[in-house]
């Protein structure tokens, strides 16, 4: 198993900024995909952004693109969410997802792990 540990969400003003990290740990193979998602009260979870630990290939949601970048340090197993000029509909819960062996989009059921999540407040 995977286990995933999410930090960094907290509240912030409309034009503000974040950095959300989360950390891998369990039996982890060479190759995998790493996101970002969210889930906002009444709304589905939605895909924001992932990773390719093998060559750092990145995708990301049309609402967030020019404003989030996804990074990640493979030694430490931990993917990093920077997000800029944060709007009030960016509000939402922010769960990190592990998927194993490659990315294959934004989509919840390509994904095998997630973490708790980390409520992120923009008002």
């Known amino acids: 198993d995977v286990q995933l540990v999410e930090s960094g969400g907290d509240s912030v003003q409309p034009g503000g900024s974040l950095r959300l990290s989360c950390v891998a740990s369990?039996?982890?193979?060479?190759?995998?995909?790493m996101g970002w998602f969210r889930q906002a009260p009444g709304k589905e979870r939605e895909g924001v952004a992932a990773?390719?630990?093998?060559?750092?290939?990145?995708l990301y949601a049309d609402s967030v693109k020019g404003r989030f970048t996804i990074s990640q340090d493979n030694a430490k197993k931990t993917v990093y969410l920077q997000m800029n000029s944060l709007k009030p509909e960016d509000t939402s819960m922010y769960y990190c997802?592990?998927?194993?062996?490659?990315?294959?989009?934004?989509?919840?059921?390509?994904?095998?792990?997630w973490g708790q999540g980390t409520q992120v407040t923009v008002s």
């Open positions: 369990g039996y982890i193979y060479k190759n995998y995909c």
């Open positions: 990773i390719y630990s093998g060559g750092g290939s990145t």
């Open positions: 997802a592990f998927a194993l062996y490659s990315c294959r989009g934004l989509t919840e059921y390509n994904y095998n792990y």
